[in-house]
């Protein structure tokens, strides 16, 4: 398994098809690496199409879209399958047929190799979640098994925490006190390396 791309890294650049409607004539497009950029972004990756876990996971995003927008963030969703086999799933399944955000197709599995989230035996990326910023900076980053789906609330929780730039202890919700960053102070010649008394 390649080595995971971590916090401060910039997300890879990609121009990948996506599926963005199950409306004959306006089901693809492409989408390139620029659209994250300029905004917050939130992009998940699932490891199939036609699976159980998977399904949950976007319907509870594209429920999550109104919070997402109010933070002025976006959402793109991944996985490594045709954008083709993302259009038929639609169709297919009536829970995600009107989602509103893009499915990417990461066919090659490129981007997901790119990033280290490709399992090394199933050859599907994991469940991972990355927040970006408007650099295209990864400032958080989640990956859970195959076999555990996750938390919108979480991914949520954390980009109000990093929006919001102030110190945020734990299990800190939006609207609660965060801690106050204490004042430089002088640096004592002792904690200098030098011995005050020579």
Request: proline letters at 6%; glycine letters at 8%.
């Amino acid at each position: 398994m390649s080595r995971l791309l971590g916090l401060g890294a910039r997300f890879p650049e990609f121009s990948l098809q996506a599926c963005v409607s199950a409306e004959p004539g306006s089901e693809f497009r492409t989408v390139d690496s620029h659209e994250l950029e300029g905004r917050w972004t939130a992009i998940f990756f699932w490891p199939l199409d036609f699976t159980f876990v998977c399904p949950t996971e976007l319907v509870e995003f594209n429920h999550a879209l109104r919070e997402f927008r109010a933070l002025a963030a976006r959402v793109f969703g991944v996985s490594g399958d045709s954008h083709h086999a993302h259009l038929a799933w639609r169709r297919e399944n009536p829970a995600i047929g009107n989602l509103e955000f893009p499915m990417l197709s990461d066919a090659g599995k490129v981007v997901a190799e790119e990033l280290g989230i490709l399992d090394p035996v199933e050859k599907v990326p994991l469940r991972a979640t990355y927040l970006l910023d408007q650099q295209r900076k990864i400032r958080w980053l989640c990956v859970n098994d195959l076999s555990v789906g996750r938390s919108t609330g979480e991914v949520l929780r954390v980009l109000a925490g990093l929006q919001c730039g102030e110190l945020c202890p734990a299990n800190w919700s939006p609207g609660q006190a965060t801690i106050v960053r204490p004042k430089e102070k002088a640096v004592p010649w002792e904690a200098r390396g030098h011995d005050a008394r020579q």
